[in-house]
């Protein structure tokens, strides 16, 4: 049986909600059929005040093994590295992360401000906050770049705002029966069985991206057209498995119409949320996307885009869903 505490920091509960709606296993398979012991969680622990309080410096002090510690949520350091704006069970949340994570087996890092800051990490940054060993796409973060678990193993990323359920139960079944070995990591920590495709993969528009097909309105994005060219959609430069993971099983943004705003990445929000970047593509002469698809180039895909364009068929300029 392996123990788990999980830890909600500052500016999230959204991860908190979506562990909660996993199906595949969800919360009660990890508990009755893969021998979970959650210890404590923030909305399904059942110790509060000062049992709860003993339980934390129970696991901090060794006292109560700790296999797995799972954050979400930034790390606050603010005021003046004290720590103070984010208050836990009478100590800064700060304080009780570090004690956690230098007993835990495995530390899990859960959504997108846990992994690398996130939105409170945007400039001017008055809380101080920043992720557990990544600051945007800097290593390091509040453990350091050189952490190690007990396990001798980094922080466990599965970022998202918020992370798909399903990834957080998949790898907490993986680390829960003696799979940590297994888990490869990409550069910046996330499991690649989901980080190593992009969103676009997957996604129903696929063929009007490869045909340079645009949409021009959000009601088209639904039935024709690309939401990479106008509205800022960066499914090919984001690595996720949205489209092949679907969200209540059913949809994912780019299949309702939805630009992929990259929350998997350590970059968003991008372009710092500055008035005419959200659901509108970056050009430069108003023309040319500053950014293209990752492995590629500017000349390069100016020329496959020009020869996409003359060489698409009739039908991938016309409505797909005909009823």
Known sequence: MSSVLW???GACSGNTMSFLNAEEPNVVDLITDFGLDLLWHPSLGLELGANAQKLFRDCANGVTPLDIFVFEGTVIEGPDGSGRYDMFADRPMKEWVTELAAQA??????????SWGGIPAMAPNPTDSTGLQFHKREKGGFLGGDFRSKLGLPVINIPGCPAH??????IIV??????AGDIALDELHRPQTFFKTFTQTGC??????????????????T??????????????????????ILWN?????????????GCTEPEY???????????????????????????????????????????????????????
């Not at 359920?165 to 998949?170: F, K, L, S, V």
């Not at 993986?174 to 799979?179: D, E, I, P, S, V």
Request: aromatic share 12%; charged share 20%; hydrophobic share 35%.
């Open 204 to 221: 129903t528009r696929v063929q009007f991206f490869e045909y340079k097909q645009s949409t021009t309105s959000f009601g088209e994005g």
């Open 7 to 9: 830890f909600q920091g």
């Open 249 to 261: 099983r059913q949809s994912s943004k780019t299949r309702a119409g939805m630009p992929c705003t």
């Open 269 to 323: 929000p991008f372009f710092d949320l500055a008035p005419g970047t959200v659901f509108k593509t970056q050009k430069v002469s108003g023309v040319i996307p500053k950014e293209v698809p990752e492995g590629s180039d500017h000349l390069t895909y100016m020329a496959h885009a020009a020869a996409a364009r003359i060489a698409a068929p009739q039908w991938s300029k016309e409505d797909m869903f005909v009823v």
């Open 174 to 179: 993986a680390l829960a029966t003696g799979r």
């Open 223 to 244: 039935r024709t057209g690309c939401l990479f060219y106008e509205f800022g959609c960066r499914g090919p430069m984001t690595h996720s498995p949205c489209n092949r």
């Open 105 to 114: 087996s495995v530390v899990v890092a859960i959504g997108d401000c846990a």
């Open 165 to 170: 359920p399903d990834w957080i139960t998949q």
